[in-house]
């Protein structure tokens, strides 16, 4: 689709109601990624967050489709998830607490059981995605389950077939198994 005919999608829009919408999936998405309750997360709230999205959806940085998706479901699923990741894995973000340090135990094996009871959610999920990061199917899988998509929407999203959708949930379920024989 021509960026002339998006423009034009663009101005149709509801805008009080997609920036709400976007502003409430980048709190969301800010506290999936343990940003929430940091303070100074560079400066962006998750208002600031949303109207950046905007903003960059507008200016063509990011490519939106209207024949694809929803302007919604785009800022949503792929440009404030970006932004508030590429927040996540700035080094502004990348901490050396001693929680931290005890993942690094936990992974080689070599923490006590203190350390795996100290972890927090955000934590193991971090853990998980460490684990399985070669394996782009189980990323997928886990990502999309973490925001509530389920496995027919998984497969029609990425055209898959459901053996493929069911050999990566197999995998995953390996890597939560294997963590969690570390935590017996």
Request: proline share 1%.
């Amino acid at each position: 689709m021509s960026s002339e005919k998006a423009l034009k999608e663009l101005e149709k829009q509801d805008w009080p109601t997609v920036i709400k919408a976007a502003t409430l999936h980048a709190v969301y998405q800010l506290k999936y990624y343990g940003l929430w309750n940091r303070r100074g997360i560079k400066g962006y709230s998750a208002e600031e967050i949303a109207m950046e999205a905007i903003e960059k959806t507008y200016m063509g940085e990011w490519k939106w489709n209207p024949e694809k998706s929803s302007l919604l479901d785009y800022l949503k699923f792929h440009v404030i998830r970006g932004l508030v990741s590429n927040l996540a894995r700035s080094s502004e973000f990348q901490s050396t607490d001693s929680k931290e340090s005890s993942e690094i135990y936990w992974i080689s094996g070599q923490g006590s059981e203190d350390i795996i009871n100290s972890i927090s959610q955000d934590q193991i999920i971090k853990i998980l995605r460490q684990q399985f990061s070669s394996d782009e199917q189980v990323s997928t899988v886990f990502e999309e389950l973490l925001i509530g998509m389920k496995r027919s929407e998984i497969c029609k999203k990425y055209h898959w077939e459901n053996k493929v959708y069911d050999n990566a949930s197999r995998r995953l379920g390996g890597y939560i198994r294997k963590i969690a024989d570390k935590v017996k």
